[in-house]
């Protein structure tokens, strides 16, 4: 299920979103949950970057849609945003806040779909890009390239990040299989190591994101093999 925010002030044209999503989810077999927002205000009132894609018309009364987009850039970076415009001198505007796209007014469902087709396609590619790490009091949204590597101990996962470490039951194997599109490698049984941090390998010793870690004999060749064609752009 994905979950989507419509920002429109004009209820005719929410209400025809809402009913272009219905019809994409059923063609498409998707589920959507949806929220309607009737302004940029309302949105960001107590936001919480729980949306997939926010759908958000840019002329609104009470808050301009692209200054409302600048303000959820500086809270939520994973939201992917397509902007409804009968304007199309708005459309670079759009991209200056990581918008992927916009459709314009008046809206055609044909249109609609062809543009919401790759907004979905992106909301994907950062799916596979990201793990939900299941916390003693939550859960945590995890980037893959914020991680510099997992270690396992008695079968709790320790994940070295660039926001500090966090800590889950699991195997190395669970972990190997969620990050098997990713550069990630083994550099001894305990470690599994994100190519994108290694700084350096120097005799037995690899280091990645100011860490120092052991690396066994038997990883060795498929190690530095591996950080070769990750440098060499083979990866």
């Known amino acids: 299920m994905y979950h989507i925010a419509i920002v429109e002030d004009e209820v005719d044209f929410s209400t025809q979103l809402q009913r272009f999503l219905e019809q994409y989810g059923q063609e498409q077999d998707i589920c959507f949950k949806v929220s309607v927002f009737y302004g940029g205000t309302e949105l960001l009132k107590d936001y919480e970057p729980v949306y997939d894609v926010i759908l958000m018309d840019i002329e609104m009364p009470d808050m301009n849609g692209m200054d409302a987009a600048a303000q959820i850039r500086r809270i939520d970076l994973d939201v992917v945003m397509m902007f409804i415009t009968n304007l ?98 083994k550099c001894n049984h305990w470690y599994i190591v994100n190519l994108m941090h290694v700084s350096e390998v120097r005799d037995n010793i690899v280091t990645v994101g100011g860490h120092k870690l052991e690396m066994s004999r038997r990883s060795r060749t498929p190690f530095l093999k591996a950080l070769a064609d990750y440098v060499g752009g083979t990866h």
């Open 88 to 185: 199309a001198s708005y459309a670079l505007r759009g991209y200056e806040v990581g918008a992927l796209d916009f459709v314009m007014k008046p809206l055609t469902y044909y249109a609609f779909a062809m543009r919401f087709a790759r907004v979905l396609r992106r909301v994907r590619q950062r799916e596979q890009q990201q793990l939900l790490l299941p916390l003693a009091d939550g859960v945590k949204k995890l980037e893959v390239r914020q991680i510099y590597y997992v270690e396992v101990q008695n079968r709790i996962l320790h994940y070295y990040t660039q926001d500090g470490e966090y800590c889950v039951r699991g195997t190395m194997q669970s972990v190997e299989r969620a990050l098997a599109s990713q550069p990630f490698v």
